[in-house]
């Protein structure tokens, strides 16, 4: 990243130098294989002598401990919840990413503001509300988006732990069980992902097939980055 690139006004309390590193965002639905992934493009990347650093939702520490609290007690309104996930992205961004790109590491981001859009759009959230919201977001250097259909989705999830209250949408009253409000609401936030990928730019890699054959493009993709 050569220059600080901003989808908005960026910070406008704090001046942002240029920046060595590189910022990689993997994105896609609930259960695709994005950790999978992003720890073997860790494995990968260090090897080969680069600095690595990874983020995800909710790893802020000054909002880790309230985002659970509120995720487990299904109390939170749509506003409410958005606020908080853009709180956690700013401070990770200020704190994690920002300090990280600064020093030359690459930074793997598991989802990046775009999964939140989707998520806040789905429940009814005005997109020109989120995009002024997310105008301190840094443009990332590449967004490899994990495609997938929700029938080749749903075994996964079923094999990887069984479904989720929020992963499944059951707070918006889709279904009145986890499996169909799963495939519901999964099915919309893929239709949101698919447009953003065109928005967006992001590079659209085929998450149906095995973890090797996604690995392989995954590292061609930031191979011709780096």
Known sequence: MTSSRFYGVGLPYRKI???PGKLFVVEGPDGVGRSTQIGLLSAWLESEGHGVSNTGFRRSQ??????EQGRSGHTLNKTTMSLFYATDFADRL???I???LRAGFYVLSDRY????FARDIVRGADPEWLRRVYGFALVPDLVLYLRIGVDDLVPRVISGGGFDFWESGMDMGIADNLYDSFRTYQSRISHELDRMAKEYDFVTIDASRSVTEIFEDLK???SAVV
């Open 113 to 116: 503001m775009y999964s939140i």
């Open 220 to 222: 061609k993709e930031i």
């Open 94 to 96: 200020e704190n994690q």
């Open 17 to 19: 130098p240029d920046m």
């Open 98 to 100: 920002i300090p990280a």
């Open 62 to 67: 000054l909002t880790q401990k309230g985002l």
